[in-house]
Nanobody
Framework: QVELVESGGASVQAGGALRLSCKAS?????MAWFRQTIGKEREGVAA?????ITTTAPSVRDRFIVSQVEKILYLQMNNLKPEDTSIYYC??????????????????WGQGTQVTVSS
């Protein structure tokens, strides 16, 4: 079992920045950030494997940076836009054989943290 606790969500104006954090109770082979708004599927945002390889969704690649320091996963979000408004979830897996940005790859999920971007 991996417990994940997200923090850092807030309400900001467009153009602002936030850093999300996810503290894990132990290491997973890969960890990722997803986001989901009501009525939409959960979307993979960025992920990192235990060997340090990262991947970021093309839609946010020029603005979001994922990193991991020990058992804490971070998501630096810059130049935020209203369409970034969502609940952001942290996820982890013991085995990462699928796509790093696919929700089906992950077993463990946090409770989510709300990010609201106003125009």
């Amino acid at each position: 079992q991996v417990e994940l606790v997200e923090s850092g969500g807030a309400s900001v104006q467009a153009g602002g920045a936030l850093r999300l954090s996810c503290k894990a109770s132990r290491y997973g082979s890969c960890m990722a950030w997803f986001r989901q708004t009501i009525g939409k599927e959960r979307e993979g945002v960025a992920a990192v494997k235990i060997d340090g390889i990262t991947t970021t969704a093309p839609s946010v690649r020029d603005r979001f940076i994922v990193s991991q320091v020990e058992k804490i996963l971070y998501l630096q979000m810059n130049n935020l836009k209203p369409e970034d408004t969502s609940i952001y979830y942290c996820a982890a897996a013991d085995w990462c054989s699928g796509s790093l940005l696919s929700a089906s790859t992950y077993t463990y999920w946090g409770q989510g943290t709300q990010v609201t971007v106003s125009s």
